[in-house]
């Protein structure tokens, strides 16, 4: 089983910059399957940034390239570095390790402008 702690969220001014982190453990899981999605009110969740089983990386293009996934084995952690933060990217963050379908408890991010 996997449990998966997200961390590093806050608020951040239009502009700014965060990065968070998902802290995986537990046995008989890779990094190599991880993702980062958001959700807003209302709203569906979104996938912002995943690698796939390939070991390429996806990004939607409407985040132009702004956020950047990686991860470090040895610490069984996955982080998003997110750039040029805008208002519309306010909203709680959650990783999840996509074969078992673990989420983490997510992350809120505030722009404020």
């Known amino acids: 089983q996997v449990r998966l702690v997200e961390s590093g969220g806050g608020l951040v001014q239009v502009g700014g910059s965060l990065r968070l982190s998902c802290a995986a453990s537990?046995?008989?899981?890779?990094?190599?399957?991880m993702g980062w999605y958001r959700q807003t009110p209302g709203n569906q969740r979104e996938l912002v940034a995943a690698?796939?089983?390939?070991?390429?990386?996806y990004y939607p293009d409407s985040l132009e390239g702004r956020f950047t996934i990686s991860r470090d084995n040895a610490k069984n952690t996955v982080y998003l570095q997110m750039n040029s933060l805008k208002p519309e990217d306010t909203a709680v963050y959650f990783c999840?390790?996509?074969?078992?379908?673990?989420w983490g408890q997510g992350t809120q991010v505030t722009v404020s402008s």
């Open positions: 999840v390790h996509i074969p078992s379908d673990t």
């Open positions: 537990g046995t008989g899981f890779a990094l190599s399957r």
């Open positions: 690698f796939n089983s390939v070991g390429r990386i």
